[in-house]
């Protein structure tokens, strides 16, 4: 998975005891390794990890809330080895910079959440299959809306996407397992899968 070591979440912080520690955060959750360790003691990610009020297509709420179902699912699912390492890392990361994005600004590029994340997510790892992901996940959902209006223009986004994802299993099995939970419309996941196994000649 390609652990980094140039991140410490202890640098520079002294101990601080009001600080939710991630069990707080993401109900019944507990470390699958030492990465997960590491990562959910950072309290840059504990931090995002508490973000959020019930909104549309997250009626649960706080991002925690939101990666406990998804790290339930993953074992639902009967996900092992690496493979559940794999969606569990992306699901602890890949909602947790929506604080920090700019409102005021265009929330594309690097002040998207998902870019956001994928740079945090730098610090914990450096393989591009994770971090395409996680810089990527949302994507799908933006091209399938304009499908609906410019198919052409869709089609076009959707082949520039797929050739930045270097393993479109995982990529399209996070987007599953994103998708899966209460208050997402299950359509678009469909229509990605469809379109994607079409191009790869799968289906």
Avoid: C
């Avoid at 991630?22 to 959910?40: I, Q, S, Y």
């Avoid at 076009?156 to 998708?179: C, K, N, Q, T, Y």
């Avoid at 939970?181 to 996941?189: D, F, S």
């Amino acid at each position: 998975m390609g652990p980094d070591q140039r991140r410490d979440p202890s640098a520079g912080v002294g101990p601080d005891q009001h600080r939710p520690r991630a069990l707080d955060l993401v109900p019944g959750f507990e470390p699958a390794n030492e990465l997960e360790r590491g990562l959910t003691r950072d309290p840059v990610l504990l931090e995002g990890l508490a973000w959020g009020e019930p909104r549309r297509g997250h009626p649960e709420g706080a991002v925690g809330a939101h990666v406990s179902d998804l790290l339930n699912t993953i074992d639902a699912w009967g996900e092992t080895g690496e493979r559940r390492l794999e969606l569990r890392f992306i699901s602890l990361v890949h909602d947790a910079m929506k604080g920090k994005v700019e409102y005021r600004l265009p929330r594309t590029g690097e002040n998207h959440h998902a870019m956001r994340a994928r740079r945090f997510a730098e610090a914990y790892a450096d393989d591009e299959r994770l971090l395409a992901t996680i810089e990527l996940h949302d994507r799908p959902y933006a091209i399938w809306r304009r499908s609906r209006k410019r198919t052409r223009d869709a089609n076009e986004r959707l082949a520039a996407m797929s050739e930045r994802i270097p393993d479109l299993d995982l990529f399209l099995r996070f987007v599953e397992l994103d998708g899966s939970t209460e208050g997402k419309n299950p359509e678009p996941v469909e229509w990605v899968r469809s379109e994607l196994a079409d191009r790869t000649g799968e289906r």
